[in-house]
């Protein structure tokens, strides 16, 4: 039996977390999500799974790439896959932003409203160093869409950097934040026992792409892509491989975060609107209207 969160189902609620809810946020509650929010991580999954897949079959349709695995910024060297695949992406990086800010204010909640033995302020910290890490993370897969390996390769490869590497840091940070919470019988330890595998395949998953991604790099300068394609097929079959399977991990690790998001709601954010007041032509004032 999976362990159970909380005496009753939390919410992002009160006059404490209204007023903090970030702007970004708004863009949840205008899909319907704020209620529904275990959503998130698999619409985000599935989005930019199927957007791979969209490029990818455009670009073998119009014979830009070879049908068995090309990298996947590979996909996206040439129009108009590489449009499709900058637009898709770029919302999807939308989509893994919103989770890694939905996840950090469900830990900020867990914080404030347990208690635990010993110091709170410091995994507060550490809670707000893994939103960093995530959101930088999510930049870089924008980064990796909107700048393409031919045109900007320096800008590419640092987006791919920080989508691939930040993005297994933040997946490290997130598992040791979950197994705080089942240290303090907060949480659900398959769960954490999940993020804990999916880091660890993600590390080797990320030098595995890295090293045969140098060799091939390597090979290709000295004898070119296609000729050194043919000849070192096998590691360049293996850092292809290797690059599909790690994006995957990393969609894969999102998808956890559907049991912990099943206990959170989010109010709608509040607006303050200043008008000014044309009753009285003697004042100057500003008239305040907060709506919700």
């Known amino acids: 039996m999976a362990d159970v969160y909380f005496e009753e189902e939390t919410a992002l609620r009160g006059p404490e977390s209204e007023k903090d809810l970030p702007g970004v946020m708004s863009f949840a509650c205008l899909v319907c999500l704020r ?13 930019i799974i199927v957007s791979f897949f969209i490029t990818y079959a455009i670009a073998v349709s119009y014979g830009h790439v070879e049908p068995d695995f090309p990298y996947i910024s590979h996909t996206a060297r040439d ?10 992406i770029n919302i999807g990086a939308v989509m893994l932003g919103m989770n890694v800010v939905v996840r950090y204010w469900y830990l900020k909640e867990v914080f404030r409203q347990k208690k635990f033995a010993d110091d709170v302020v410091w995994w507060q910290k550490f809670n707000i160093a893994g939103a960093i890490i995530g959101i930088v993370s999510a930049l870089g897969i924008s980064m990796v869409a909107n700048f393409q390996t031919d045109a ?21 940070v997130q598992t040791r934040l979950s197994w705080k919470l089942k240290s303090n019988n907060i949480g ?11 880091s660890i395949a993600l590390t080797v998953l990320l030098v595995t792409f890295g090293i045969s991604k140098i060799v091939f790099k390597l090979k290709e300068k000295e004898h070119g892509f296609s000729e050194a394609r043919a000849m070192f097929r096998g590691v360049y079959l293996l850092s292809t ?6 994006a995957s991990a990393i969609l894969t690790f999102a998808l956890t975060y559907t049991w912990d998001f099943r206990y959170v709601e989010m109010e709608s954010p509040k607006i303050l609107l200043k008008l000014p007041n044309r009753t009285d032509p003697n004042q100057n004032g500003d008239t305040e209207m907060a709506t919700q």
């Open 188 to 198: 659900n330890r398959y769960i954490a026992i999940a993020q804990l595998i999916n």
């Open 79 to 88: 129009s108009p896959e590489r449009c499709v695949f900058g637009q898709l």
């Open 152 to 172: 900007q390769k320096a800008l590419h490869y640092v987006g791919a950097g920080l989508a691939f590497g930040l993005g297994t840091v933040y997946c490290f």
């Open 241 to 246: 491989i290797s690059e599909w399977f790690l």
């Open 35 to 47: 209620k529904r929010l275990f959503v998130l991580p698999l619409i985000t999954a599935i989005w």
